[in-house]
C-alpha cells in the first residue's frame, strides 16, 4: 500500500512539473508577443524623443536618418563606430547614436551626434545591441541588428541606392 502511495505521489509530482514547464513555456511566448508587439516596427511612424521635455528628434518629411543603437561595452559596437567614422560622408543622412551606459565615452564628430539616452531604448523596443533603424520621411524603413560590419553597410547601400535614383530621377 505504502509503494502504491508513493508511485501515485512520484505521478502526480510529474504531472505537476509537467504542467508548470508547459505554464512557464507559454508565458514565455506571450511575453516575446507582447515586447514584439511594443517594437516599432518597419512602415511605422517614428515616434520622436524627448529628452528633458523637449524634442530632440523631430521626424521630419524631408529628413533621412540612422537611429544607431549601441553599448559601450560592445565589441561589435565599437567597431561599428570606427567603420563609421572612417566612412566618407557622401550621403544626406544624419546618424544619431543612442547608448544607455552612465559613462560618457563618445564624443560626437561631423559623422554623428551622441546621446545618452534609456527612454529611446524603451521607445523603440532595443534590448539587443548594435541595432540600427533608418528612418525617412518620418517613417521606419529598415530595422537592422548590426551582427557584422556588412550588415550595416547593406543598410547604408540601400539608402544610398535609393537616393542616388530619387537624383538621377530629377
Request: aromatic share 10%; with cysteine.
Amino acid at each position: 500500500m505504502q509503494i502504491l502511495n508513493l508511485v501515485i505521489i512520484y505521478l502526480l509530482l510529474i504531472i505537476i512539473m509537467l504542467t508548470l514547464g508547459y505554464i512557464l513555456k507559454t508565458l514565455t511566448k506571450i511575453t516575446f508577443q507582447i515586447h514584439h508587439l511594443k517594437q516599432v516596427k518597419v512602415g511605422d511612424n517614428a515616434p520622436d524623443i524627448k529628452i528633458n521635455g523637449d524634442n530632440l528628434l523631430e521626424i521630419g518629411n524631408n529628413k533621412s536618418l540612422i537611429l544607431l543603437f549601441i553599448n559601450p561595452g560592445c565589441d561589435n559596437c565599437n567597431q561599428l563606430l570606427n567603420f563609421i567614422r572612417n566612412k566618407e560622408p557622401d550621403f544626406s543622412c544624419e546618424i544619431i547614436i543612442f547608448y544607455e551606459d552612465n559613462k560618457s565615452f563618445l564624443k560626437e564628430d561631423q559623422m554623428f551626434r551622441v546621446v545618452k539616452q534609456k527612454e529611446a531604448f524603451k521607445l523603440y523596443g532595443i534590448d539587443i545591441v548594435p541595432t540600427a533603424i533608418l528612418i525617412e520621411n518620418g517613417k521606419v524603413k529598415k530595422r537592422e541588428l548590426i551582427y557584422e560590419l556588412h550588415n550595416f553597410q547593406d543598410l547604408l547601400d540601400s539608402f544610398w541606392n535609393r537616393e542616388r535614383s530619387m537624383v538621377n530621377a530629377k
